[in-house]
């Protein structure tokens, strides 16, 4: 098994709607997708933005794009002009879920000509 | 009917770059400029400059612009359409036919305007009628911020926009309109599509979609190899080139900066998004999950296969309500041991304001270089950090407390830890906060109206 950072895999916009921070996550190329819709899971999300994210989080897969949207409730300290946040329209959420890390096998790595890491 | 048609985007949002509107127009071949500059919060602030000054409330930006574009547009009939006339569309109206005049196009322009949409002063007879307008994020009922609501707005879609044009409108002005439906407009105007012909009215929403943010999806904010993304102080903004059976190609002018491509597409494809199966609008629901890209050439995204299905009974409406005092201060310790300094700062002073006896509603602190965006993500802070800035806001009702508030910043750097500064721009500000109430209205209750102005 190795670990790999969604930033190698993926790419991300992120926006809000009031408390809601919405994140949509893109494979860097297709065939990398079905890992992502396999690994990055609404409760792994959850989890990742334990603390920040303190509503459930919802996912929806676009295939044809190769992406996910991942909607995470109460995440903005209110939204829009209540929230004291810096960023208060959960702009840098897209990066924050790069940095979360999936375990895949060296077999299916190497299919995916992903470098070994660590 | 024309082949095809180019649309093209200028402001993708009120404040965006000044000149972007005026390089769409003489940068090349389009036929159409629509500008979005009505934000959540845009109505409120002109309901306030209203109030003041009768002949105010819309997007003066917008006609300063008409004064330096209008005699090309006319003369290579670019048509305009603009969400620019906030809560006085006929006022923005009147000014921007006073500014054809002053150029010497009597005669020779028609400026549609769009109304209707501005609900403030039916909201009482909407709630003794049983249209509770409840807050669709929340479930609660306008009556909790009654006596705090400051503007009122429905949604319009496209079809006000297409009337305006259909009656020869050079120039179409509405108050708040979709961002998609000034885009979407256009396209059913030119093409005759029918209103129950759901995937061209969705494709057209799409292309809107993705027009609506400006630079936003030919290389602005782009993550996508954005080192790579060249030439950004000449960014090029999104035209949608549009054909009759719906489908579309999204590119920028020749010789801009910035980049199209499927990346900087889909990134902007998916912003904001909610459920992709239904992208709900006034005039249809889009399915984003049926969208196919493909590269067209350089700087050109060729998009296709969109599926709609029908529109619902209602619209959407966006109601703003004051909703009490906000203020933001910030201080920045320095190495050595920067962190643990700001930290101890924010001790001292939320001490303080527990002594002054000071409630708020909220009490956030952020270290700015450490976790003011992906907190704990973020994970623990260097130890030699050259500098970070602790950031702290308060929110409430009572302003003294707030005002209050203010006051308790700048003497932190007499009494508390050393190695601060960052004082310059004085106390914090105290912030009127006006928030935001998405609600759902019948469409039965909500009347459009188009009028044309002719310039004499």
């Known amino acids: 098994m190795m670990k790999i950072q969604l930033t190698k895999i993926a790419h991300a916009r992120s926006g809000d709607k009031g408390d809601t921070a919405n994140v949509g996550l893109i494979?860097?190329?297709?065939?990398?997708?079905?890992?992502?819709?396999?690994?990055?899971?609404?409760?792994?999300?959850?989890?990742?933005?334990?603390?920040?994210?303190?509503?459930?989080?919802?996912?929806?897969?676009?295939?044809?794009?190769?992406?996910?949207?991942?909607?995470?409730?109460?995440?903005?300290?209110?939204?829009?002009?209540?929230?004291?946040?810096?960023?208060?329209?959960?702009?840098?959420?897209?990066?924050?879920?790069l940095r979360m890390q999936i375990e895949i096998t060296d077999d299916e790595a190497a299919r995916l000509g992903l470098a070994i890491q660590e | 009917m024309k082949e095809k048609i180019r649309i093209a985007a200028g402001q993708g949002f009120w404040g965006d770059l000044l000149d972007a509107p005026v390089r769409q127009v003489q940068g090349g071949p389009i036929d159409y400029l629509m500008l979005d500059y009505l934000a959540e919060v845009t109505m409120s602030i002109m309901q306030k400059q209203k109030a003041r000054d009768p002949n105010a409330g819309y997007a003066r930006d917008f006609v300063a612009l008409m004064k330096e574009i209008l005699p090309a547009c006319v003369e290579r009939n670019i048509k305009v359409v603009a969400n620019a006339g906030g809560v006085n569309v006929p006022g923005c109206a009147a000014a921007v036919a006073e500014v054809a005049r002053q150029l010497g196009l009597s005669g020779k322009v028609k400026i549609g305007i769009v109304t209707g949409d501005d609900i403030l002063s039916s909201i009482d007879d909407f709630l003794a009628r049983g249209i509770e307008l409840r807050n669709m994020d929340t479930g609660d009922p306008l009556s909790t911020v009654r006596d705090k609501i400051q503007s009122a707005n429905a949604y319009l879609g496209a079809a006000p926009i297409v009337e305006a044009l259909n009656q020869g409108a050079q120039v179409v002005i509405t108050g708040r309109a979709t961002d998609t439906g000034l885009t979407l407009g256009p396209m059913i105007h030119e093409f005759g599509w029918a209103a129950d012909d759901w995937d061209k009215l969705a494709a057209g929403t799409i292309a809107g979609h993705i027009i609506e943010c400006g630079a936003q999806c030919s290389g602005g904010n782009c993550q996508y190899d954005w080192q790579t993304i060249p030439d950004l102080a000449n960014v090029g903004f999104p035209i949608a080139e549009a054909s009759p059976d719906g489908r579309f190609v999204i590119t920028k002018h020749e010789g801009t900066g910035g980049r199209v491509n499927v990346p900087s597409v889909k990134e902007q494809l998916v912003y904001e998004m909610g459920d992709p199966h239904e992208y709900i609008t006034p005039d249809c629901v889009a399915d984003f999950t049926t969208i196919q890209l493909a590269e067209d050439g350089a700087d050109r995204v060729r998009v296709s296969g969109i599926k709609g299905r029908p529109a619902t009974d209602s619209l959407k409406v966006s109601i703003s309500y004051s909703a009490g005092f906000k203020a933001v201060g910030t201080l920045v310790y320095s190495w050595p041991d920067a962190y643990a300094k700001a930290q101890a700062a924010d001790k001292i002073l939320r001490s303080r304001l527990e002594r002054l006896g000071l409630r708020f509603d909220e009490i956030l602190t952020e270290f700015v270089g450490v976790n003011a965006t992906h907190g704990a993500l973020a994970g623990d802070p260097a130890l030699d950090a050259a500098e970070v800035q602790f950031r702290i806001g308060v929110r409430g009702d009572d302003r003294a407390a707030v005002e209050r508030f203010t006051k308790e910043i700048a003497p932190l750097i007499l009494t508390g830890p050393p190695g601060v500064t960052g004082f310059a721009g004085g106390r914090p500000k105290v912030e009127e906060i006006v928030a935001y109430w998405p609600a759902l209205i019948p469409k039965s209750e909500i009347k459009a109206t188009v009028e044309i102005l002719e310039v004499v």
Do not use: W, Y
């Not at chain 1, 933005?49 to 209110?78: M, Q, T, W, Y």
């Open chain 1, 27 to 97: 494979a860097l190329r297709n065939e990398f997708f079905p890992l992502l819709a396999r690994e990055v899971t609404a409760a792994r999300v959850k989890e990742h933005f334990r603390g920040i994210c303190k509503g459930d989080v919802e996912r929806f897969e676009l295939p044809n794009l190769g992406a996910l949207n991942f909607l995470l409730h109460e995440s903005l300290g209110g939204g829009g002009t209540l929230s004291l946040m810096t960023d208060a329209q959960g702009k840098t959420f897209s990066t924050a879920l």
